[in-house]
């Protein structure tokens, strides 16, 4: 079982469009992270959420809305997505804010926008 | 803003040779960890150290703390293939709703 997923994997598409990335942990963490990687392999924290809560915000674009219907699940919404938004994001949980620096990450999904 | 450098950026080396990596910060950090990525997966966490001067060893990879908690260094012994990919450092947040920052990596490739 992957204690990380995240779906889909790569994901095409065109300037203007809305996406969705899901993420799901089975490990039972209260915590949940996305990060974007950019093309120089930099990872960067976009959100985390604790328990359906969220804690950080990193002066992201609202066009980027995370949803945690519940602390197994993180999703990525993108609306209007634009070229710059070419990148590998990445899910991650912990078990709680307390062990936020040992992270488990999902194996990526690969947002190409055209 | 803490901030998290390694050195060097990419290094290539043959199979049986030693490397050193290094993290480097002007900020103090509560623990430090160190992931690795290969490629078309996410990171994963090989180490955690916490306190200064801390050594840690894990098979052929040496990690080591430093003594003011603001830089690392990751050695790896007779460097093989499989150790190839990119390797991150992460620095711990010192309050509950602090983040982990994470350097900007060094990518180490293996050649038989």
């Known amino acids: 079982d992957t204690a990380v997923s995240q779906t889909p994997k790569y994901l095409v598409t065109q300037m203007g469009n809305d996406k969705s990335i899901k993420c799901e942990q089975n490990?039972?963490?209260?915590?949940m992270y996305w990060y974007k990687q950019d093309s120089k392999k930099f990872l960067k924290i976009m959100f985390s959420?604790?328990?359906?809560?969220?804690?950080i915000n990193e002066t992201v674009p609202n066009r980027f809305s995370p949803k945690s219907p519940d602390k197994a699940h993180l999703n990525l919404h993108i609306n209007s997505l634009e070229l710059g938004d070419s990148a590998v994001y990445f899910c991650?949980?912990?078990?709680?804010?307390?062990?936020?620096?040992?992270?488990?990450f999902g194996a990526g999904t690969r947002l190409s926008v055209l | 803003t803490q901030l998290l450098e390694q050195s060097p950026q990419f290094l290539s080396i043959q199979e049986g040779e030693n490397l050193t990596v290094y993290c480097n910060s002007s900020?103090?950090?509560?623990?430090l960890q160190w992931y690795r990525q290969e490629p078309g997966e996410g990171p994963v966490l090989l180490v955690t150290v916490v306190t200064g001067g801390e050594v840690k060893k894990l098979k052929r990879l040496t990690f080591q703390f430093g003594d003011a908690r603001k830089d690392s260094s990751l050695h790896i012994t007779a460097a093989q293939p499989g150790d190839t990919g990119l390797y991150l450092c992460a620095g711990g947040g010192n309050t509950n709703a602090g983040k982990s920052t994470f350097g900007d990596g060094t990518t180490l490739t293996v050649k038989p």
């Open positions: 490990l039972g963490h209260d915590t």
């Open positions: 900020s103090v950090f509560s623990s």
């Open positions: 959420y604790n328990n359906k809560e969220l804690i």
């Open positions: 991650a949980s912990s078990l709680n804010l307390l062990a936020k620096n040992i992270q488990y």
